[in-house]
């Protein structure tokens, strides 16, 4: 004992340093986000467990800003994007030009929605590895399991959809699940997030960027063929597809589809859309 201990004591304050580090990096996941779902997704899970997880991921991830789950619609139902009830019925060959199979054709889908566009529709579904979604790889064949289960039996395990490279895996550390933490006031957002900075919501009235009012966004939206509601969040999130002319190029952060969970998006959204109407 005697003799370990000159060699031990001046390592005490390493010990303390390690110690607390080890103490904070199990503490981040738990308190500071609800532990993510994505954790219990493991390749033990059932395809029908998958399933029921993929649908709390379909409901909490912003899906259904754009989709419906209406049994008794068909493929258009009343969202931006197709309706999805029965989308595993009517895929079950895939697309023409496209995967030839259901699990093929939902990977792509989720991975690269432009790749196939559902006829009628434009190209306005962010892919779902990326904002505002934010699935990683578990969470997608959970998706998939989910999106079989609308139609078939679900049949996916982890493993058994293709992960191109990039695209994130659940780590054990876990990642940020925001969804559904905070409620959203989207009229305390704008300022929050410093929009008002550079955006007034009266017509006219220019600051660093356009004037957000209703009215404006809709002609703005008009010409880019795309509705008012996809056109706020493609210019929100991805504000660079999309640049307004007589304004600076890249001035607008481009990170906000990481800042705001897809709700607070969706609530910004509505927000914007009504703003300046006039009587
Ligand atoms: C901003 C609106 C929007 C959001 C958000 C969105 N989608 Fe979509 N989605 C669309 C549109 C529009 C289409 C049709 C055009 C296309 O194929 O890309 C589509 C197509 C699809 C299809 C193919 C449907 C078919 O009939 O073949 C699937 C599956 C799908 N989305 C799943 C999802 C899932 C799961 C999420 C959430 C992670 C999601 N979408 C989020 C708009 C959206
Ligand atoms: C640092 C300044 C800045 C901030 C902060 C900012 N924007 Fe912008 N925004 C701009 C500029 C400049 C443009 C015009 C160039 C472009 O289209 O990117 C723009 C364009 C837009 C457009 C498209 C307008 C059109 O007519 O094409 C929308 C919508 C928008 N911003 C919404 C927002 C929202 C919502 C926020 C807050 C979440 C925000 N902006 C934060 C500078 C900013």
Same mark, same amino acid.
Request: charged share 15%; aromatic share 8%; hydrophobic share 40%.
């Given at each position: 004992?005697?003799?370990?201990?000159?060699?031990? *004591?001046?390592? #005490?304050? $390493?010990?303390?340093?390690?110690?607390?580090? &080890?103490?904070?990096?199990?503490?981040?996941? %738990?308190?500071?986000?609800?532990?993510?779902?994505? %954790?219990?997704?493991? $390749?033990?899970?059932?395809?029908?467990?998958?399933?029921?997880?993929?649908? *709390? #991921?379909?409901?909490?991830?912003?899906?259904?800003?754009?989709?419906?789950?209406? !049994?008794?619609?068909?493929?258009?139902?009343?969202?931006?994007?197709?309706?999805?009830?029965?989308?595993?019925?009517?895929?079950?060959?895939?697309?023409?030009?496209?995967?030839?199979?259901?699990?093929?054709?939902?990977?792509? @889908?989720?991975?690269?929605?432009?790749?196939?566009?559902?006829?009628?529709?434009?190209?306005?579904?962010? !892919?779902?590895?990326?904002?505002?979604?934010?699935?990683?790889?578990?969470?997608? &064949?959970?998706? #998939?399991?989910?999106?079989?289960?609308?139609?078939?039996?679900?049949? &996916?395990?982890?493993?058994?959809?293709?992960?191109?490279?990039?695209?994130?895996?659940?780590?054990?550390?876990?990642?940020? *699940?925001?969804?559904?933490?905070?409620?959203?006031?989207?009229?305390?957002?704008?300022?929050?997030?410093?929009?008002?900075?550079?955006?007034?919501?009266?017509?006219?009235? *220019?600051?660093?960027?356009? @004037?957000?009012?209703? !009215?404006?966004?809709?002609?703005?939206?008009?010409? +880019?063929?795309?509705?008012?509601?996809?056109?706020?969040?493609?210019?929100? &999130?991805?504000?660079?597809?999309?640049?307004?002319?007589?304004?600076?190029?890249?001035?607008?952060?481009?990170?906000?589809?990481?800042?705001?969970?897809?709700?607070?998006?969706?609530?910004?959204? +509505?927000?914007?859309?009504?703003?300046?109407?006039? !009587?």
């Amino acid at each position: 004992m005697n003799r370990i201990a000159p060699y031990v *004591t001046p390592l #005490i304050p $390493a010990f303390v340093v390690i110690g607390f580090f &080890v103490w904070f990096s199990n503490w981040i996941p %738990q308190t500071r986000w609800q532990p993510p779902q994505a %954790q219990e997704i493991s $390749a033990a899970l059932a395809p029908a467990e998958l399933a029921q997880i993929g649908q *709390t #991921i379909v409901r909490q991830r912003g899906c259904l800003a754009c989709h419906t789950i209406e !049994p008794a619609a068909g493929v258009k139902g009343g969202g931006r994007g197709p309706n999805l009830a029965g989308v595993a019925s009517r895929r079950t060959q895939g697309v023409k030009g496209g995967p030839d199979n259901l699990v093929g054709y939902l990977a792509q @889908a989720l991975y690269e929605p432009g790749a196939y566009l559902v006829e009628g529709y434009a190209n306005i579904m962010p !892919p779902s590895i990326s904002a505002p979604a934010n699935l990683n790889y578990e969470e997608v &064949v959970a998706v #998939i399991a989910y999106l079989q289960s609308l139609g078939k039996t679900p049949t &996916v395990k982890v493993g058994d959809v293709p992960r191109p490279a990039g695209v994130r895996s659940a780590v054990p550390s876990g990642k940020p *699940t925001t969804v559904g933490a905070q409620a959203a006031e989207p009229a305390a957002m704008f300022a929050s997030l410093g929009c008002d900075a550079c955006h007034s919501l009266k017509a006219g009235e *220019t600051k660093v960027g356009p @004037a957000l009012d209703a !009215p404006g966004m809709k002609q703005a939206a008009a010409e +880019r063929k795309m509705s008012l509601e996809a056109f706020l969040m493609e210019s929100i &999130v991805n504000p660079k597809v999309y640049e307004k002319k007589g304004f600076p190029s890249g001035v607008m952060p481009q990170d906000y589809g990481t800042r705001m969970t897809a709700g607070q998006l969706d609530a910004l959204v +509505r927000y914007l859309a009504v703003q300046g109407k006039r !009587p």
